[in-house]
């Protein structure tokens, strides 16, 4: 991999995000929920069955969902309640369940109030290379999680986490999610996850938005689930910190990525399949640099 001005190795930094201390070689951590606050009731009991399965197997679990998805394929599409309703309903998850949340924003204007609320911000993957919405992320007091674009190459992330980290924030996130392969398609190169470790902040792959098929049915995006497992495992063995993925009751009645997200009923078995897998490869250590 042709890596021009990748930064050299740093000092892991230790933080913390609510009840999750992350340190590099620690326990993989989960992002998991529904792509979009649907209703609150919904959402409030997903994330009550994810806080009772992360519970029972011992994981760090960060409540994810989203109060606008501004970047659906359809202008027809349902993109949740909006930012008033939205965060109300991820104040009372937190509250009331007990786990950090997550949510994305689009505007700088979003991200004062869901700083207020929130655990974690969320750049969405489209707009990773967005100036001012980066900084204003990185003063909010909030942890700070970048999607890696599509269109990025893995070393070009330095440049965002740098506009994060010029506003004083260190806690930060890098999310890997796909990278544009052909029409409708993604694909995931495991050296990036390997490289974007190397900067010291820990590095998520979004297993679920990794096998979408962008745009792949027309008027919405596609998916292929099968693989989302497979795709997991090979993340962990390359040695990431943590996995982010969708989780739905009835994923084919989802209002939001119904070809990709995980049926709620599979996440304990998935999510401990993966910790026991994450146990393993932390013994064996980080792979020897093979020049």
Not at 38 to 59: D, F, N, P, W, Y
Not at 165 to 193: H, K, P, Q, W
Request: contains cysteine.
């Amino acid at each position: 991999m042709r890596c021009l001005g990748a930064p050299e190795r740093k000092m892991a930094r230790d933080f913390q995000i609510g009840h999750l201390h992350w340190r590099q070689g620690g326990s993989l951590f989960f992002i998991a929920g529904p792509c979009v606050i649907e209703k609150e009731r919904h959402a409030l009991g997903v994330a009550q069955r994810l806080r009772q399965a992360s519970t029972r197997l011992r994981i760090p679990l960060i409540f994810k969902a989203s109060f606008d998805k501004a970047n659906r394929t359809s202008l027809h599409s349902f993109r949740g309640p909006g930012l008033e309703r939205g965060l109300a309903t991820l104040a009372r998850i937190r509250r009331e369940v007990g786990i950090p949340v997550l949510t994305d924003v689009h505007e700088v204007r979003q991200v004062e109030p869901a700083a207020a609320v929130c655990d974690v911000i969320q750049i969405p993957a489209f707009l990773c290379r967005q100036t001012d919405l980066l900084v204003e992320a990185g003063r909010s007091g909030a942890a700070v999680n970048i999607k890696k674009g599509q269109f990025l190459s893995p070393w070009e992330m330095r440049h965002a986490i740098e506009k994060v980290a010029s506003a004083g924030c260190d806690r930060i996130l890098i999310t890997e999610r796909g990278s544009t392969f052909g029409y409708n398609n993604l694909i995931v190169d495991m050296r990036a996850l390997a490289l974007m470790r190397q900067w010291g902040y820990p590095v998520v792959l979004d297993v679920t938005h990794a096998v979408q098929l962008p745009a792949g049915e027309g008027s919405r995006s596609g998916g292929e689930r099968q693989y989302v497992e497979t795709l997991a495992r090979a993340g962990i063995a390359a040695g990431v910190d943590g996995v982010f993925m969708e989780v739905h009751p009835h994923p084919g009645r989802a209002l939001s990525d119904a070809s990709t997200a995980v049926p709620l009923s599979y996440f304990p078995g998935l999510a401990k399949r993966l910790r026991d897998l994450a146990r393993f490869v932390r013994r064996l250590g980080d792979a020897s640099d093979l020049k």
